[in-house]
């Protein structure tokens, strides 16, 4: 019997901050799930300009201080990911609009934060240009957002 398997990508600019916290933090949650063999999980930015870069290493510290990991190399949104992918969660409306004006079906095209339900945050923050102070918010709210993304698939 074969486990329909659900593709998610997360997607932020230049896919070195927060859509690589993203699907390492969301590959935790699904392993401490035991649901590994229920999900593709990758990440993707809308620009080019970082393709092949590690995670920026201002996230990767404010992950390490707490005991998490960011790996994984950047890669831009590509036509493929269209057709591949059940859901692409977008971390910010304009990388939303990117990827709906690259050809992202709107169905399954959806901002990050209110498709799990959040409250009082509709976009992720772009730490890059901030301070490290901004490095470890954005892991704590994709740590949180992760795991709460799981909970929200799980019921549906």
Known sequence: MSIKQTSVLFVCMGNICRSPAAE????????????QAAFIIESAGTGNWHTGKN??????A???????????SARQVCAEDFTRFDWIFCMDKDNM???LAMGGNPDKTKLFL?????????????PYYGGEEGF?????????????????????
């Open 97 to 99: 609009q990117a990827v």
């Open 62 to 72: 404010s992950a390490k201080k707490r005991n998490l990991e960011i790996t994984g």
């Open 24 to 35: 390492c933090f969301f590959r935790l949650a699904v392993k401490k799930a035991g649901k």
């Open 114 to 126: 209110p498709f799990i339900g959040h409250s009082s945050i509709v976009e992720v923050p772009d």
């Open 136 to 156: 470890d918010d954005i892991v704590d709210l994709m740590y949180d957002a992760t795991h709460a993304l799981l909970d929200v698939m799980k019921s549906s």
């Open 55 to 60: 995670p920026d290493r201002r996230m990767q």
